[in-house]
């Protein structure tokens, strides 16, 4: 499989809309608004362009990955993290590595750029191979109602949980929908 794995470029925005929409199509329990979440994260403050990632193979966007400034507020203080939403694979492509060579690069790049952390709503049967473990075992939360067992979170590097307790606050356009 010749896929390749790159930053998002200034004319990827339609692309990747159409390769999250078909993702997340017949995902039940989805609201098929992924790419609108996108598009509003895109021009905001939580925005890092290097991390929307995408796949292709011969031109073609197969798969996305976006991860967002987003804070962990608590008694002991604020600390940076990143919100991973949405992982998109087309249907086509998944089962076949794209997510999984997504989520690595994801985590490389926030290493590279000094972040410690990612928290994540997801199935928890496939973020867990990557490392990530129920918020609750950290004290931390989400602002929304979601089952438990879905909220995740990652340590990037060994201290990057350390201390850390508390809400999670997402950028505003991540919550609009």
Do not use: K
């Not at 990612?118 to 129920?134: E, N, W």
């Amino acid at each position: 499989m010749a896929l390749t794995v790159r930053q998002e470029g200034p004319d990827d925005a339609a692309a990747i809309a159409a390769a999250v929409r078909r993702a997340y199509a017949d995902v039940p329990y989805s609201d098929h608004r992924e790419h609108l979440m996108i598009a509003r994260l895109r021009g905001s403050a939580a925005w890092i362009p290097a991390l929307s990632l995408l796949a292709e193979e011969d031109s073609q966007v197969v798969g996305h990955i976006l991860l967002t400034r987003a804070t962990i507020r608590g008694a002991r203080g604020a600390a940076p993290t990143l919100a991973l939403a949405p992982l998109s694979v087309v249907p086509e492509w998944q089962g076949r590595g794209v997510g999984g060579r997504l989520v690595q690069a994801a985590h490389q790049r926030a290493r590279d750029l000094g972040y410690g952390s990612v928290v994540l709503v997801g199935i928890p049967d496939y973020y867990r191979r990557f490392g990530y473990r129920p918020m609750a075992d950290h004290a931390i939360a989400v602002p929304f109602t979601v089952p438990a067992r879905n909220c995740m979170v990652l340590a990037l590097t060994p201290d990057g949980l350390s201390d850390v307790e508390g809400m999670v606050q997402y950028a505003p356009e991540w919550m609009d929908g």
